[in-house]
């Protein structure tokens, strides 16, 4: 700790946001470029370096958050790196996207807002890149044993990292034209741009991970034989199967999911086709869904320049502050946050019928009606008592000019299609999740699991660490001991009352 009275004499400040109508009118990340460096050193020293840093527990990679903070405050940018990548494959992921709950279990936070975590985080993958910290790593010699990953999220690549790592021949399928899962085409550039991606994929070309994109296990080569040419498989292929709205005029046209639009627009932003064919240029978009991957459509809604933008959320408004007994430190708490999609959305007035930041609260989907070409033109919806989520309000009901439905519901499962999971292969749960053991193996003997397919819908740090985990757990299968980490067990979930 550099200064022991950080904390009583430095405020918390946090990586500033570019204006509004200046990132609304380009892809690029939303934070000011060159900003947080200056600021950071000193709110690394506001960590109390408090004994039990209960930070760590909450971060499901235990990230050694007090020993880097030591580090960033004393200038040590290199040691700082070597912490921070001891225990995260890719620390400028989570630096940008990871909602940080070891921010909530901060000790400093128990009175004071807590030490920005994720900004110094994402500082030290910055330093580590630019002051070329971060190398690749090839193996020194070759195990001779061959491992297939199925899936190129976070899960897979930080298993495959991990295994080429440690000397077994690794290559990863992907269905999808470009490797990343929900990093290429799910998240917005301008929550992270893909260069950062790009990069690190470099990276792991060089170590000597091999990508193969645009094959569908189970369709273009079978799980089979996948098994008779490697020694273990990884399955890791996410949870890509989306929940539907089952309302009347659910089959109007321009009424899509949002993982069709946004791949599209993150498709578009990749020069595949521009504009992006599902564009909300000039359209009046309705997104359902209040959760993080609905705020990312408003986002690309409003840089795509549409004519309004609501977002609609079955729960109450949240509280501001934490309900310190329902959800006491330090568990994560459901509060009240606005991401930087809504802060543009509230400036520039999106939706003028909603609450001030674009979101109607309590808004329930009764109905879509269309024209006479079959095209949507308005949403109908009732509010819903806050306790009963089923119970209409009478008197409610509310008409939405709608020409774009987004629908923002969740996800399921992994996707039962092509014969890949379930019978006869790797046995599904109730819910349609992979199987699998304490050991991550699934009920195919040397198949294995890891991320949204067998945890279920999660977050990019999760992912990260099942993937560290079942790394380690694939080593051992292969040769019998591993000197590999593994952060979590398969069953371990976030810290709740
Ligand atoms: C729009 C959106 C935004 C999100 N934003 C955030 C965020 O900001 N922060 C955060 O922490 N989390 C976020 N999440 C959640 C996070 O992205 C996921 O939890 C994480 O990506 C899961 O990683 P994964 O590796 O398990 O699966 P995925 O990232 O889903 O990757 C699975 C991959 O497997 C491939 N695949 C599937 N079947 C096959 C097959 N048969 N053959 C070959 N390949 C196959 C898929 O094409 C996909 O590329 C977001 C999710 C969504 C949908
Ligand atoms: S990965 Fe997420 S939880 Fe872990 S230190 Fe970074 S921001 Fe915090």
Redesign the pocket.
């Known amino acids: 700790m550099g200064d022991p009275k950080g904390f009583l004499t430095t405020t918390r400040q946090e990586w500033p946001r570019r204006p509004v109508a200046e990132r609304v009118g380009d892809w690029d990340e939303v934070y000011v470029p060159g900003a947080l460096l200056p600021i950071v050193g000193p709110q690394a020293d506001r960590c109390m370096d408090c004994g039990i840093p209960f930070c760590h527990d909450a971060c499901p990679l235990g990230n050694l958050i007090p020993e880097w903070n030591d580090l960033v405050a004393r200038d040590d940018w290199r040691a700082a790196a070597d912490r921070l990548h001891a225990t995260n494959n890719f620390p400028e992921f989570t630096g940008r ?3 940080a709950p070891c921010e909530s279990g901060c000790v400093l936070a128990i009175n004071q807002p807590a030490v920005t975590i994720k900004n110094v985080e994402v500082a030290i993958a910055d330093q580590a890149w630019e002051r070329g910290f971060a190398g690749p790593r090839p193996p020194e010699r070759l195990s001779g044993r061959r491992v297939a990953v ?7 690549l930080a298993a495959a990292q991990q295994l080429t790592r440690t000397g077994h021949t690794v290559v990863v ?4 034209d470009r490797i ?5 085409y ?2 917005p550039e301008f ?1 992270m741009t893909k260069d950062q991606l790009d990069r690190r994929l470099g990276q792991m070309r060089a170590e000597g991970t091999k990508f193969r994109p645009g ?5 273009d080569v079978t799980r089979a034989e996948l098994e008779a040419r490697y020694d273990a498989v990884v399955l ?5 199967s989306w929940r539907e709205l089952d309302v009347p005029g659910r089959e109007l046209s321009g009424i899509v999911q ?2 069709e639009y ?1 791949p599209a627009a993150n498709r578009a932003c990749d020069g595949d086709r521009a504009p992006s064919p599902l564009s909300a240029a000039g359209r009046h978009v309705v997104i359902v869904g209040g959760g ?2 609905g705020a ?1 459509c408003l986002g690309t809604a409003v840089r795509e320049g549409a004519a309004s933008v609501t977002q609609l959320d079955i729960h109450p408004l949240p509280e501001s502050e934490r309900d310190e007994v329902a959800e006491p430190w330090p568990v994560h708490p459901k509060i009240y946050r606005m991401s930087a999609a809504h802060e543009e959305a509230g400036e520039l007035g999106s939706a003028p019928v909603a609450h001030a930041d674009a979101r109607l609260f309590s808004a329930s989907t009764l109905r879509f009606t269309g024209d006479a070409q079959g095209r949507v033109r308005a949403l109908h919806l009732v509010e819903v008592e806050p306790q009963d989520r089923r119970r209409p309000r009478t008197g409610t009901e509310q008409v939405l000019r709608a020409d774009l439905v987004l629908l923002a519901l969740g ?1 399921t499962g ?2 039962p299609s ?1 014969g ?1 999971i379930g019978h006869p292969g790797p046995a599904v749960d109730r819910r349609g999740l992979v199987v699998r053991d304490a050991d991550f193996a699934t009920t195919v003997p040397g198949v294995f699991a ?4 067998a945890r279920g ?7 990260i660490a ?2 560290r985990s079942v790394a380690a757990a694939v080593d051992r299968y292969l040769t019998g001991r591993t000197g590999l980490p593994a952060p979590i067990a398969p069953d371990d979930r976030p810290a709740t009352v």
């Open positions: 996207l990871c909602p199925v899936g190129s999220g976070p899960a897979g399928y992907e269905r999808e990343g899962g929900l990093l290429r799910g998240i929550k094959v569908t296990v189970g369709i890791a292929v996410g949870a890509t949002a993982m946004l993080d991957t990312d996800f992994p996707d092509g890949l890891a991320g949204d397919a819908q999660s977050l990019i740090v999760w992912a099942e993937g």
